[in-house]
């Protein structure tokens, strides 16, 4: 019994030991802390609330938000999302994006200390009823977005009953921009004239700017910002590249080449045999695919960073595998490494490419993907 006991202990400490695939993600701190600077830097006057929904935007929720001390606020999208901050130790103001589900959850603002978004009537019918607080609400107005918020005609009157009830604070107001990634969009400026239209002469803070609104439209930095995609190094203009905005990438997914193969001219690669050879030549197998995060639909020629140089993606991405053409490294090996998108490679890129945006790679790396914690200076 000892024996098997000794025996099943070593083994446990073995695999714990074990390495495995290389594929990882590395996630930058300093270039996490370096990208709220450059919001600071850009809209000095302004409050920042630190959008980090969605796990951080795939980031890691505890990890960013413990990073991210030197924001103002936090914006998460629901109260679960908060609630795992409070457990954690987090003591920052936290803003719920879409604000309470069920009007249970009304305690549990006030218990807490968290801020909602109130965006639909029932909401309001909800506070009415409730007989808790002191509860912090912002109001939400629809400017053109046309997704959450009142209609700018129904905003005083949302309000007035509001500011009637004796247990909710009314916070302020905030819109939320459809068309600012596109810097000749007439749709932000009438977005702009209508927010300042509805809330003229009411009390109250203003939040307008999401990470377009903060790099490109100075006019939308109120006495709220709400950076979120700048934050983690990705660039929110159509077509555009993180460091073209001084931003770095936080997250970058790696692996390495776990076989190099010799094709012949004419030989099928992958799936359906949908790319093939037009001469002899390597390839090189790299252990990522779709069920790490990679995206399925990314085209034969969409960059990869071999030892820090790029080759191209031929045939079809499969769950675990992807492969490259080596025409370019003849002499690449086993064991080399690889980038996919991040540091030397813009997410962006990969994602264009693909025809996705760069928000979607960053969640969808998966739960199999290591994750190690770096911090660059």
Not at 96 to 107: C, D, K, M, T, V
Request: charged share 20%; with cysteine; aromatic share 6%.
């Amino acid at each position: 019994m000892i024996a098997g006991s000794s025996s099943s202990a070593t083994g446990v400490s073995a695999a714990q030991a074990i390495v495995g695939r290389a594929t990882r993600v590395t996630i930058d701190l300093g270039a996490l802390r370096h990208n709220l600077s450059v919001a600071r830097v850009i809209a000095p006057r302004a409050k920042i609330m630190a959008a980090i929904k969605a796990n951080g935007y795939g980031h890691g929720l505890e990890r960013v938000a413990t990073a991210l001390q030197g924001a103002d606020a936090l914006g998460v999208a629901c109260i679960n999302e908060a609630l795992a901050l409070r457990m954690a130790g987090i003591e920052a103001p936290i803003t719920l994006l879409e604000g309470f589900f069920q009007a249970n959850e009304i305690p549990l603002l006030q218990a807490y200390h968290f801020e909602a978004v109130v965006h639909e009537a029932s909401q309001v019918e909800a506070l009415e009823r409730s007989h808790y607080g002191p509860v912090r609400v912002w109001i939400k107005v629809d400017t053109g977005m046309h997704r959450l918020g009142f209609a700018p005609g129904a905003t005083r009157g949302i309000w007035r009953r509001l500011n009637a009830l004796e247990g909710v604070e009314v916070v302020g107001f905030m819109t939320h921009l459809a068309c600012a990634d596109d810097q000749t969009d007439p749709a932000t400026p009438r977005q702009l004239a209508l927010f300042e239209e509805t809330v003229q002469g009411l009390p109250g803070e203003r939040a307008i700017a999401n990470s377009a609104g903060v790099l490109g439209w100075p006019e939308s930095h109120v006495e709220w910002i709400r950076p979120g995609v700048m934050l983690y190094g990705i660039s929110p203009f159509l077509e555009g590249r993180g460091p073209e905005a001084k931003l770095r990438p936080v997250m970058t997914l790696h692996s390495e080449l776990i076989a190099v193969n010799h094709i012949p001219k004419g030989g099928a690669v992958g799936y359906g045999g949908t790319w093939r050879a037009p001469e002899t030549l390597p390839v090189g197998v790299v252990a990522v695919g779709y069920g790490d995060g990679y995206p399925r639909h990314a085209p034969a020629g969409t960059p990869v960073l071999l030892n820090g140089k790029p080759v191209p993606l031929i045939g079809r991405v499969s769950m675990d595998m992807i492969t490259v053409d080596l025409r370019g490294q003849p002499h690449a090996r086993a064991g080399d490494p690889v980038v996919l998108w991040g540091e030397g490679l813009p997410a962006e890129l990969i994602a264009e490419r693909a025809g996705t945006i760069a928000y979607e790679l960053l969640c969808g790396v998966t739960q199999r993907v290591r994750c190690e914690e770096v911090t660059s200076d």
